[in-house]
């Protein structure tokens, strides 16, 4: 299936107009949804400006919504490692298999950047799109998938070239919808703002009583030259 941004909003808008907004539950072992993940987080200045956008979007939206773009919770998920939800020891085996995928593809990766170039609706919540300004993220993407077999090939179909951060994610009814569909239309274009990760991040998501959150399990620098820097200069 074709994914693209325009698609991306559209069919969210509908679902939000009819009352079909998925809410999330808190990650339980054994559920479909919170896997293992490969994450970047924002630098501070995109963090923050993606925290003060995840603030107005969950007043919006009303009470009871995780508001997942707030500092210290603002990530772009780059893939899925497992479906499944377990509980992750240190010493676990599969953690320390990607852990060393990460690693070794991160290696030759420079820093991944965007900009932010606008909000969509998604049946679970508002997200923030990135465009990348390179081919860095899609390269760097399109490497760890190629190590996870079918579940790669799963998340290249599902992903794309799509990238995004989610501000919030629906966890209760959204108290006026025809405002929030307003209020995301009105931000489907915005002045762009920069985006730039600069490590990668293995994580397992908690609830923490009040939002689903990324816990940092192993992270890698994004540490390689960009083609044509010169020697000891990163961008």
Do not use: C, K
Request: hydrophobic content about 50%; overall charge negative; glycine content about 8%.
């Amino acid at each position: 299936m074709s994914r693209s941004p325009d698609t991306i909003h559209a069919r969210g808008r509908a679902a939000v107009l009819a009352g079909r907004e998925l809410l999330d539950v808190p990650p339980v072992p054994g559920g479909t949804r919170w896997g293992l993940s490969l994450d970047v987080r924002p630098d501070p200045a995109a963090e923050g400006h993606l925290s003060a956008l995840a603030s107005e979007a969950a007043r919006v939206a009303g009470p009871g919504q995780w508001v997942t773009g707030r500092r210290g919770s603002s990530h772009l998920t780059v893939t899925y490692l497992e479906r499944i939800h377990r509980e992750v020891a240190a010493d676990d085996a599969e953690l320390a298999r990607f852990a060393a995928v990460v690693a070794r593809v991160a290696a030759v990766t420079p820093p991944l950047r965007w900009s932010v170039t606008g909000l969509a609706l998604a049946d679970r919540g508002v997200l923030a799109l990135a465009e990348p300004e390179d081919g860095a993220a899609d390269a760097f993407r399109a490497a760890v998938l190629a190590e996870l077999g079918e579940l790669g090939r799963e998340e290249a179909g599902y992903r794309q070239s799509v990238w995004w951060a989610t501000l919030v994610h629906f966890a209760a009814p959204i108290v006026d919808r025809s405002a929030l569909v307003d209020w995301v239309d009105a931000r489907v274009s915005v002045p762009p703002h920069p985006v730039v990760a600069s490590s990668a991040e293995i994580v397992r998501y908690a609830h923490d009583g009040r939002n689903v959150v990324p816990v940092t399990l192993a992270a890698a620098p994004l540490a390689a030259l960009p083609q044509g820097a010169p020697d000891g200069a990163h961008a």
